[in-house]
């Protein structure tokens, strides 16, 4: 894959380090998600960088697993995370690492702090630290244990690797500064004890290293140069370089970037995780989802993913994303690449009475006119047809232009049809529509020169097939959750998922293979579900419409 030529201040950083041989000129970046859950839209935007920013500039990409918390880590998700960033296009080749794989080595360092009187072992509970950390206007005070000699430390810490001590009981925590305006250096932990077992090393340990003290030896041992971070960690930027310092090791640059925050959902892992836990969502791979699992299965391409990190670029300041732009970068694909059918979701019945009853015909569609590559297909024509009910109206206002009594319409590639009479139910619901066909229209062409306001998709009645297609709105009832009062589950939409059973399909969807992406004419863009969906008999997920929201909102300004 080659990389985007778009040039953001994290790519001028890289390209003056590289012009002052900075590392050799070496670029090496890492991809280092924690396996607590599926990656999202946001992650991408991550991957996007640290893969673009190596291949642009010829380096390399780690793929690491910060798995430095066993009770919520699963392998699920580690397989989960893994097929996400392939299916994304990216390839770490032969780094793929884990800082479970560096533990002994971060015990080592962590000893070593202990014998410079830079880290101790502490009693206090974990409300203690939190209540003797202060506040942002107040400065903390030092642990009553900070002072404790160096032997001591040794042999507690020593004792707790052993599994000495019960849960809760003892940290070892970074000596720096209680006074720090910055609470995060004012003694922070790094080892905390945890009977749990480790998805990798099982029940070898009972201490395990917290994250800032992990990231950055992790970064260090593997000889990233450039470690791209969201924009909260900016404050964690003084620990990561304090412990790397300290140590005299390797030393990369963590450079900090805005998060994707994008409308009508959110990207918060705890938060995904509570849809899941309580059933509002049928999985981390919900189509409603903003993981790319989810977005996947929606029926999103990894291109049109990739375009829309490439758009939004890279900023210093947190913003909030429109979804119209993902879903214009989705279209803009798709409508480039997804073939053409016909497909009925709200089927009436059309009878056309002087067309013979024991006839059948093929007319000829095209599969996509944006590319003429894609070539043709035999549509089957028959005298009974379903079109959409919303294409049919009793009495038709004047800029009504489809069907209606004594009002002729074209048929897509097949004939003129004009409607003479309907026939209801006993609920006055419309069952049949019965039409007079101009045979002479054959294709869909005037014979005469006549013009019609409407052409309307239909299937052939005896030849269609029935299909689940399932709708999907804004998992959200508001753009941006954070400004609102209520809890985001309050915000939840109710009917952000329609199932449509009675759908009428031409004959030619049926054989779609799983993540198949096609367009139903007239209605919009449609993905063969990779979960649901059996051989012969597919379900069809809609992934978004034919209305581009983004262009109109880019000519209103």
């Not at 780094?95 to 533990?103: G, K, L, P, T």
């Not at 790397?244 to 409308?263: C, G, K, Y």
């Not at 509570?274 to 409603?288: A, F, Q, S, T």
């Amino acid at each position: 894959m080659e990389a985007k030529e778009n040039t953001h201040f994290i790519h001028e950083i890289v390209e003056e380090d590289i012009r002052t041989g900075k590392h050799d000129g070496a670029v090496h970046t890492r991809f280092p998600p924690e396996p607590n859950g599926h990656l999202h839209i946001g992650h991408a935007k991550a991957i996007c960088l640290d893969f673009g920013t190596a291949i642009k500039y010829k380096g390399k990409c780690n793929l690491r697993f910060d798995d430095t918390n066993p009770s919520k880590e699963e392998t699920a998700y580690v397989d989960g995370i893994r097929a996400d960033v392939h299916w994304l296009g990216f390839d770490w080749e032969d780094r793929e690492y884990y800082a479970s794989d560096y533990f002994d080595q971060l015990y080592d360092y962590a000893v070593q702090l202990i014998k410079k009187g830079k880290a101790f072992v502490c009693d206090l509970s974990g409300e203690e630290v939190r209540a003797y950390r202060g506040t942002l206007t107040e400065p903390g005070k030092p642990s009553p244990w900070r002072d404790r000699s160096i032997e001591e430390n040794l042999d507690l810490f020593t004792r707790m690797k052993a599994g000495e001590f019960p849960e809760g009981s003892h940290t070892l925590r970074a000596k720096i500064d209680m006074n720090s305006p910055n609470v995060h250096n004012r003694d922070p932990v790094i080892y905390r004890i945890m009977y749990a077992h480790h998805h990798r090393t099982g029940d070898k340990w009972c201490i395990y290293p917290m994250y800032d003290f992990t990231h950055c030896i992790s970064d260090s041992i593997e000889r990233i140069t450039h470690s791209f971070c969201t924009l909260e960690f900016e404050v964690h930027r003084y620990l990561y370089d304090w412990f790397l310092d300290e140590l005299e090791v390797f030393h990369p640059q963590q450079i900090e970037f805005a998060r994707l925050n994008l409308t009508y959902t959110v990207m918060s892992k705890r938060k995904l995780l509570k849809l899941v836990e309580d059933k509002i969502v049928d999985g981390w791979n919900d189509p409603r989802m903003p993981t790319v699992s989810g977005l996947r299965r929606r029926g999103y391409t990894p291109e049109s993913i990739r375009d829309f990190c490439d758009r939004i670029g890279l900023a210093k300041r947190e913003s909030m994303v429109d979804l119209a732009l993902l879903e214009h970068c989705l279209r803009t694909d798709l409508n480039a690449r997804a073939l053409r059918y016909m497909a009925v979701l709200n089927p009436v019945k059309v009878i056309i009475d002087n067309y013979p009853a024991d006839k059948e015909e093929y007319f000829t569609a095209v599969n996509n006119p944006e590319n003429p590559e894609d070539g043709t297909r035999e549509v089957p024509f028959s005298r009974e047809l379903y079109i959409e009910r919303d294409d049919f109206m009793e009495d038709a206002p004047k800029k009504f232009y489809r069907l209606s009594v004594g009002r002729e319409v074209r048929l897509r590639y097949a004939y003129f049809i004009t409607c003479e009479s309907i026939v209801k139910n006993e609920a006055g619901e419309i069952t049949e529509i019965h039409c007079t066909y101009d045979p002479a229209s054959s294709g869909g062409n005037s014979p005469d020169g006549r013009k019609v306001k409407a052409t309307l998709h239909w299937v052939s009645a005896v030849h269609a097939f029935e299909a689940e297609v399932r709708h999907f709105d804004n998992l959200l009832t508001v753009a941006n959750p954070a400004e609102s009062d209520l809890d985001f589950l309050e915000l939840i939409n109710a009917n952000s998922k329609e199932i449509l059973s009675n759908c009428k399909l031409e004959p030619a969807l049926r054989e779609l293979t799983a993540e198949t992406r096609v367009q139903f004419e007239r209605i919009g863009y449609y993905c063969v579900d990779n979960v649901d969906s059996k051989p012969g008999k597919p379900v069809f997920n809609r992934t978004v419409g034919l209305r581009d929201e983004w262009s109109r909102i880019q000519k209103r300004n």
